[in-house]
Nanobody, 116 residues
Framework: QVQLVESGGGLVQPGGSLRLSCAASGRTFTIYSMGWYRQVAGNQRELVARLTLGGSADYVDSVKGRFTISRDNAKDTWYLQMDSLTFEDTATYYC??????????WGQGTQVTVSS
């Protein structure tokens, strides 16, 4: 099993920045893909960014050029740097890990609110 703990959400003004962190524990050596999703109440959860072990990153079009996904292998942690935030980025953000199996794991979610 893999456990994921997120941190870093909060309230930010439009144009501001936040960095989300996702700390993994457990059988982290089985993870081959890590990412961030977000969900607004009443909508489906959508993929925001994904990073593979090989370093390949994908982003949803709406965040390209503003968000950056990265990882620190030594800490079993990955990050989502969010810059130039807009009202439309307001959501609950979930970190996600896919492990060999395949097995999918989710964090508990962290709220990001962009408001003036």
């Amino acid at each position: 099993q893999v456990q994921l703990v997120e941190s870093g959400g909060g309230l930010v003004q439009p144009g501001g920045s936040l960095r989300l962190s996702c700390a993994a524990s457990g059988r982290t050596f089985t993870i081959y893909s890590m990412g961030w999703y977000r969900q607004v109440a009443g909508n489906q959860r959508e993929l925001v960014a994904r990073l593979t072990l090989g370093g390949s990153a994908d982003y949803v079009d709406s965040v390209k050029g503003r968000f950056t996904i990265s990882r620190d292998n030594a800490k079993d942690t990955w990050y989502l740097q969010m810059d130039s935030l807009t009202f439309e980025d307001t959501a609950t953000y979930y970190c996600n890990a896919v492990a060999y199996g395949p097995l999918t794991f989710w964090g508990q979610g962290t709220q990001v609110t962009v408001s003036s």
